[in-house]
């Protein structure tokens, strides 16, 4: 019997090989588009699900008030980890982690930069990292022991074995290999190439035991069976515990199943975070899937008179209407399969494009017998949903007025036929309402004033002899014409390095915590920078020697500390006195998107330079004559920068995706829209082909004909424009809330997206109306 059913399904295919392929292309479109958006979902859900204590895990999370509102960050002290530990017995181990980058590793004459961690030795027991050499118990026992990936093994050591060589750290400790770490998964939030022991962090005076330095990420493991809420209401005030400080900084675990979804506090609630784009992908992929076996239906349906004499015939003949209705499902189901075949073919063919554009890197799990029961259930669900409506209806026909030739379905259809194009341009129109505001968003924040010149503006961290050779090689720069400005920094312009709410200054109120940020420079940072300057001067150490204890402040700073004249104010860094000579006009260090922080500048602490480019010679004689200079006076080092203007744009990469994304799923839904309006048309123009030929005869023109075609479309496509258009206000307005710094929604992004998908919708529909009013009118009534 099911046989059978093939059979007659595959006739059927055949005998309207268009109708099929509409239906097939669509479907296969819909699919693929769907099927992508759930490898992207799949690799989101999975991230850090790989740990086998994943249960058990927690990082450890600081929230305070700041501002009168409640905040919440993932960076403690250092002393945290060992102190939980020590104290509280439900905690069964602990480990800390600090990124360690710009380390030169060398092994005889071969020299790399690498980015890495300092951890504690429980690290690898608690984390599920497996090792492809050594022993995850002892790995990082000893201080000068490191653990590599296998990718940076072989860099180093090409096909020879690695465990217990000897690599050297900064030309100043040898290190024993004694661990090689598999390569990470693409789905964890760690990041690093090798793995060295926290005691080495201590061994070179880089760790403290300072309770208000928030720098370090600490992780736990909790014994099994142990509380979450009753260990959270335990070291809650562990903080003050320690420092006996009126403050109101408290301490929680944050469990490692929402590491990556779920970081979005407010007042000290979790409120989402990556699972909103999540589940905003998952509602897209359900819409493309259902837009695609809308398709299907209505060209099924607008087909049904084709096939009510066969349903007629069947009746008569003593078929069921259960027998009916699989019979058309499986024709559905037929069609379906071969639609996922074409899917996956297409899935494949652009999962390149589409790992470059989420910068993932996703794959079909060929092998994985998993995989193909959710294609097989995936493609099984699709032809149900695609074809039941189809199914249920034509065998509903009634065989007596079908015989008689007294049924027409046409007319019983147009309803939901209308109501099934109105869903589907609905929701193709919020996507490209969406698609406009993010852009709008994009462009909004990347022509913000940043605060800076930017170009041609070099960032070279301090490695090796630089610090120590600073000078000569500042001067070296400036003499040989390379740079027109060179000035030591904290960090690059692009970063935050380091802040505090203990800034302490006159006529500050007790009760209000401000978050202050810290910056470091020297002489002309505003010459390098460009930066301009509000109020009296630059940090000259040169011409004044008290500018040791001298600091610069933003306008953000000046009107939080309620300066009416800054200069000659006494500003306190935990206790250092520092007295202002400047306010610089604010710039943008963090998120383009957000407020700037108020901020305090001073000769402190130096961790690289500034250097910029002189703009008479071409960037790349600029860098290859400055790389001279450093081999010159750092020689066992390679000469590293980054450029400020690559660095500031890489903050808008987030917002690129999305924008993306968001096209690329609209032009998907138009496409598939269109392929069915496409379609739709076509029969129609099919079914109207008498009427047509006698208002030809009658002297309609073909403009007017085409425009009667066309005009119910286009009618539906209007409704669904006033439907999409405050429900799209209302989306973009809450995603737009994220935003301190945004975009309005401007009232022409409404009749724009609409004027765009009615024009889709005339080209689409116009080339089928066309045709038909161009078509001789006696072939169409020669038999009347």
Known sequence: ???????????????????????????????????????????????????????????????????????????????????????????????????????????????????????????????????????????????????????????????????????????????????????????????????????YMVKKGWADDYWENNSTSNYVLLKPGASLETVNNKIRNIVIEHTGKKQKTEVFLHPAEKWRLYSSFENGVITGGRIDIVKIFGITAAFILLIACINFMNLSTARSEKRAREVGIRKVAGARKNSLVIQFLAESIMLSLIAAVIALVIVNLSLPAFNKMTDKQLFIQWDNIYFWLVFASFTLFTGIIAGSYPAFFLSSFKPIKVLKGTFKSANALVAPRKVLVVLQFTFAIQLIIATIVVQRQLKYAMKRDIGYKKDNLLYVSFQGDIKKNYSLIKGSLLSKGIASHVVKSSSALTEHWSDSWDFEWQGK??????????????????????????????????????????????ETAAKAMGFKDPIGQTIKDDGFAMHVVGVVKDFILESPYQPVQAMVIGPRWFNGMHIKLSEWKPVAENLEAAAAVFKQYNSEYPFEYRFIDESYARKFNNEKKTSQLAGLFAALTIFISCLGLFGLA?????????????????????????????????????????????ASWMAMNMWLKNYSYRTDISWWIFPASGAIAILIALLTVSSQAIKAAMANPIKSLRTE
């Open 1 to 199: 019997m099911i046989k059978t059913y093939f059979k007659i399904a595959y006739r059927n295919l055949l005998r309207s090989k268009g109708f099929s392929f509409i239906n097939i292309l669509g479907l296969a479109i819909g699919m693929a588009g769907a099927m992508l958006i759930m490898l992207w979902i799949q690799n989101e859900l999975s991230y850090d699900k790989f740990h086998e204590k994943k249960d058990r895990l927690y990082s450890v999370w600081n929230r305070d008030t700041f501002d009168g509102k409640l905040q919440c960050w993932n960076t403690t002290a250092q002393i945290v980890g060992p102190t939980l530990k020590k104290d509280y017995p439900e905690i069964e181990d602990m480990s800390r982690f600090s990124n360690a980058d710009n380390i030169l590793l060398s092994v005889g004459d071969k020299k790399l930069n690498i980015t890495g961690s300092m951890v504690d030795p429980a690290f690898l027991r608690m984390f599920s990292f497996p090792l492809k050499e050594g022993d995850v118990t002892t790995a990082l026992n000893g201080t000068y022991s490191v653990v590599l990936t296998e990718k940076l093994a072989h860099k180093i050591f090409g096909d020879e074995p690695a465990m217990g060589k000897v690599v050297r750290f900064n030309n100043e400790d040898n290190f024993t290999v004694t661990g090689i770490l598999k390569d990470l998964p693409n789905n964890t939030q760690f990041n690093f190439e090798y793995l060295a022991p926290w005691d």
């Open 509 to 554: 109120d007790p009760n209000n915590k401000i978050d202050v940020i810290r910056f470091s420079s020297d002489k002309d940072l505003l010459q390098t920078t460009g930066m301009k300057l509000v109020a009296g001067r630059d940090l000259d150490l040169e011409q004044y020697p008290t500018d040791s204890s001298a600091c610069l402040i933003n």
């Open 682 to 726: 076509a029969y129609m123009a099919e079914n109207r082909v008498k009427e047509i030929g006698v208002r030809k005869v009658l002297g309609a023109s073909v403009p007017r004909i085409a425009g009667l075609l066309s005009k119910d479309f286009i009618k539906l496509v209007i409704i669904a424009i006033l439907i999409a258009s405050p």
